[in-house]
């Protein structure tokens, strides 16, 4: 009914005739959490840290996003211990860590600029492009297509990976139908 085999309960009944119930010590089975683990937790907070704050390219890491062989070559780098993949992955998901495809930032983005430019100047390029009955088309310096495809990079549950591209400036054109 408890789901206690015979032989236990008869353990804990000789355990407590013979020293009492101070004796009949219930711990929880198993090891203890944080045992057998291989990165200390200050070397944990490290490494969550670093893959928080900058991509890999920024630590000197031929890769240009976070992902569970990446993060094995900065611990091996970083702690000079190396972890097996499955033991990256136990670790991204105690973390919270999840696959997201990133955000492509701009290097050098003024974030005031941008508003300024979405505020004022893009409802008079719409205004006109309505008017007009046209469409709009972007584009940046870098002459990279909008659909090519990213990889995902592995962040904290909810924060977005940024990946930042070296692109100067948007062009938008008017296209008449």
């Not at 020293?19 to 711990?27: M, Q």
């Not at 976070?66 to 973390?95: F, G, S, V």
């Not at 495809?101 to 492009?129: C, D, G, H, M």
């Amino acid at each position: 009914m408890l789901g206690v085999s015979r032989n236990s309960v008869e353990t804990w009944v000789k355990i407590y005739k013979k020293h009492g119930l101070k004796d009949l010590d219930l711990k929880k089975p198993g090891r203890k959490v944080g045992s057998g683990r291989l990165l200390k937790p200050d070397q944990d907070m490290k490494i969550q840290k670093m893959i928080r704050d900058k991509m890999p390219d920024q630590l000197k890491l031929p890769f240009a996003l976070w992902n569970r062989r990446t993060i094995q070559a900065l611990i091996k780098e970083q702690l000079d211990i190396a972890l097996p993949t499955r033991t990256i992955n136990h670790y991204l998901h105690r973390w919270g860590f999840t696959l997201q495809r990133p955000i492509k930032r701009a290097f050098k983005q003024n974030p005031k600029k941008v508003q300024e430019w979405l505020n004022n100047s893009y409802p008079t390029i719409k205004e006109r492009a309505k008017e007009e009955d046209a469409e709009i088309h972007c584009g940046d310096e870098t002459a990279v297509s909008s659909d090519c495809s990213y990889g995902q990079s592995d962040a904290p549950k909810g924060e977005m990976p940024v990946v930042r591209r070296n692109a100067k400036s948007v062009l938008c054109v008017i296209k008449e139908r």
